[in-house]
């Protein structure tokens, strides 16, 4: 068992041990503190130079206070991007020694820097086509030619200009002058150059005999008929039995575009005249609040003094003896096909619903 003399003597003796260990770490704390000093001086030069790393300087106090530890000081590396955001956490804790003879407090700080992605607000780009302000018209032809053609574009007997370079089937390049053409389709109304762009719908060439059917005497038997090939869209070609029936509902059909009759006053070029009957393009006209001026049976002159024949025998919502029987004064509205004869300045009624409102 150690006396009191042994133990006074083992305490000096750490106590000269905790001195000298006090020495050597003040003098590391000076080296420490000298390097640390050094340091900031260049960083301050370094971010001067560089404005986009100026912020730094704010953190120098933090980097120094590292230097206050028995730990070797750490190196922070800084990066400038304009697209992340950088927050600063500072930890302090606190390392508490006893001893016999004092008590010592050492402050450690810790910098830790987070980086978080930016946010980015989502943005709308609304697409816009080079036909979205122009006027929709469907119309349908039984029987046109082709009198000019190119790559794009054919000039009808009818009188249309057609485009196809915005369709939803590529027709370019397919048609030829003297094709007999078949359609019944959407278009977009360019007013200012006077050109209809082919949008959508049934718009084709007639297939012409290559070899003509024959009889063999012989054999007795017929000759298929050779054709050339289907061209036009949509391909398939739609089935020839269901197209008139097909073309019945087609007024009833919000999504198939009806010409206001207001933008017929509007523009009058709107409505060309074919050189035949046949030729003549039938047209989805809107007609609302039409006041009659005068009545001759079918006859019917509206107060713009444009004549209608309202005979069909594809007529729905009044029955023809009422229709006959519209007079002065009768204001009517109807939604259907119409052909017009410019001899005469007449929108003839090829299929209708008509109603009377007054």
Known sequence: MKDYIQVSESVFSKAE???????????RIKRNTLAATSAA?????????????????????????????DEEPATTQ????????TAVHTTTS???TETTSETETETTTTTEIVTTEPVTEPTTTIVTGPTDNMKRVYMVA????????????????????VSF????YDLRGLFKVDDIIFYRCSFAYDQSCNIYYYLDGYFEAEQRWIEPPSYDEVSGEYTEPVTDEFRGAPIPAPDPINKEKELRQLKYDDSVPALDYADILADPSMLT???TYEDMPIIKIKVTGLKIAEADGFNKISEDGRNWFLYTNLTDGMEYDDIYDLKEGDVIDMVGFFSYDKSSDTLDADDIYIQKVN
């Open 17 to 27: 041990e905790r001195m000298a260990e006090k020495k050597r770490r003040s003098m």
């Open 41 to 69: 001086a260049v960083l301050v030069v370094v971010c001067m130079q560089n404005e986009s790393i100026s912020n730094a300087i704010k953190s120098i106090p933090k980097f120094v206070s590292s230097v206050w530890t």
């Open 78 to 85: 800084i990066t400038t991007q304009p697209v992340t955001t």
């Open 94 to 96: 606190e390392i508490t």
């Open 142 to 161: 039984l029987d046109t030619r082709v009198v000019e053609a190119d790559y794009d574009t054919v000039t009808l007997s009818n009188g249309y200009k």
């Open 165 to 168: 370079i915005y369709g939803e």
């Open 273 to 275: 005249s074919g050189e």
